[in-house]
C-alpha cells in the first residue's frame, strides 16, 4: 500500500512559501521609501517651514547640492538668549541638505540630555521653532546641535550623528 500524501503538510509548505513572497515585498517596498527620502536632497524645489503661520513654503534651489568631505552642511546658525519656555526659537538656518536641529542641556561645559529635535529641511534663512519635551530652566546654559538625517522620519540620536563645526550657545533667562 502506497501512502497518502498529507494535506495538512501541503497547507503549511504553501503558507510558508506566500509569507516569504510577502516580507520578501515588503521589504521592497521598506527600502525603496528609506532610500527615496535621500532623493529630497536633489529635487529643484524644497520645502522648509519658515513661514510665520508655521505653513510650508517652496524654497527654490537653483542646483542640487552634494556635500564634499570636510565642507559642513549648514551655516548661519543664530540662537538668541531666551525666556524659559518649553520651546526654543532658532533666529536663522541655512541648511544645505535635511537635518536635525536638538536642543540639549550643558552641564559644566559637557554636553547633557537632548530636550526636543526638530528635522530642517533645504533651505537660506529658516527660523526653527523646537517643541521641548521639558522646559527650558531660568539661567540654565544650552547649546543647540546639528544632526545629520539617517532618514527615518523620528530623531534617532544614534543614528543621526551629530555634526563637528556648527552650534550655537543660549542661555534661558
Known sequence: MEPTPNKASAKITTALIIGLLVGFTAGMFWQERRSGSLLLNNASTKTSQNGDDGNLMPISTSTAHTRKAGEVPAKGLIVKDQPAS??????NLDAMEILWVAVREEKDGV???????????????????????????????????????????????????????????????
Open 86 to 91: 518649553d520651546r526654543v526659537e532658532i533666529e
Open 111 to 173: 554636553l547633557g540630555n537632548i530636550l526636543g529635535a526638530q528635522k530642517v529641511l533645504v533651505g537660506d534663512g529658516q527660523k526653527v521653532i523646537v517643541e521641548l519635551l521639558r522646559p527650558t530652566v531660568s539661567g540654565g546654559a544650552y547649546r543647540v546641535v546639528l544632526h545629520s538625517d539617517a532618514g527615518d522620519p523620528a530623531f534617532n540620536y544614534r543614528e543621526d550623528v551629530a555634526l563637528a563645526g556648527v552650534e550655537a550657545k543660549f542661555t534661558a533667562q
